[in-house]
């Protein structure tokens, strides 16, 4: 009798080590459940973000739409001052000649801020120092009716993108003015080799959310260059 126990005991014994494996086995060979669950289909140009697309990836071959105008990205300047960097992209439009120059401006400060930029012409407005002479010597410039306060002031680093008119890399001196209603009033230096350059006025506008939208385009675009400090496309 004890010899037949004997042997149950080792049969049972054995079986329990046969389950045991066949459980390590399965569990080892069930998938893997991810805790954040499957990955879920987003459109880039979802309405969420507040634009179409992402500004800050913008670049020189890509297509913008503002307002209803098709806007063609010529190139880009990527600037950096300390550890802040910008971007800004000189536009074309699509749908016919537009002499005025234009582009946009991509910034974290710390929220993300996009503006669009017209070049002024000084000699046709009018200013706290009169005719021609709009630059920003002052802290505060009124400039076709509408008044402005300097809110920065420095120097950055840039390197060139596309078609910009400017060296593959230099610097530039800037200075800004913020005025009511999201209106902005900016000043750039281009320095050449002598460390001069002349001062380029522009108005600015704050983009609303959901007012842009973005065209990525083709990345042979990105061809540095330019024919010279301070000219522009």
Same mark, same amino acid.
């Given at each position: 009798?004890?010899? /037949?126990?004997?042997?149950?005991?080792?049969?049972?014994?054995? +079986?329990?080590?046969?389950? +045991?494996?066949?459980a390590v086995v399965v569990t080892r060979r069930q998938p893997r459940s991810s805790a954040a669950g499957p990955r879920r289909p987003a459109d880039p140009f979802a309405p969420e973000?507040?634009?179409?697309?992402?500004?800050?990836?913008i670049a020189a071959g890509d297509l913008v739409e503002y307002l209803g105008e098709r806007l063609f990205v010529r190139g880009s300047l990527r600037l950096t001052e300390g550890g802040f960097s910008w971007s800004e992209h000189f536009l074309d439009a699509m749908d016919g000649p537009?002499?005025?120059?234009?582009?946009?401006?991509?910034?974290?400060d710390p929220d993300l801020e996009v503006y669009v930029w017209t070049e002024l012409d000084d000699e046709n407005d009018e200013n706290d120092g009169g005719p021609g002479s709009l630059t920003p010597s002052a802290k505060t410039l009124t400039v076709r009716g509408v008044t402005y306060h300097r809110t920065e002031h420095g120097m950055a680093d840039y390197r060139s993108e596309g078609t910009t008119g400017l060296p593959a890399s230099g610097r530039v001196e800037y200075a800004d003015y913020d005025g009511p209603g999201g209106r902005s009033l900016a000043?750039?230096?281009f320095l050449g080799a002598d460390g001069r350059g002349t001062w380029e006025a522009s108005l600015g506008e704050r983009v609303?959310?959901?007012?842009?939208? /973005?065209?990525?385009?083709?990345?042979?675009?990105?061809?540095?260059?330019?024919?010279?400090?301070?000219a522009r496309p």
């Open positions: 009798m004890n010899g /037949i126990a004997f042997v149950v005991g080792i049969i049972v014994a054995l +079986a329990g080590v046969a389950v +045991a494996v066949v973000d507040g634009t179409g697309g992402d500004p800050r990836t537009d002499g005025t120059r234009r582009w946009l401006s991509v910034e974290e000043f750039e230096r609303p959310n959901g007012t842009l939208t /973005i065209y990525p385009g083709d990345d042979s675009a990105l061809t540095d260059g330019g024919s010279g400090p301070g």
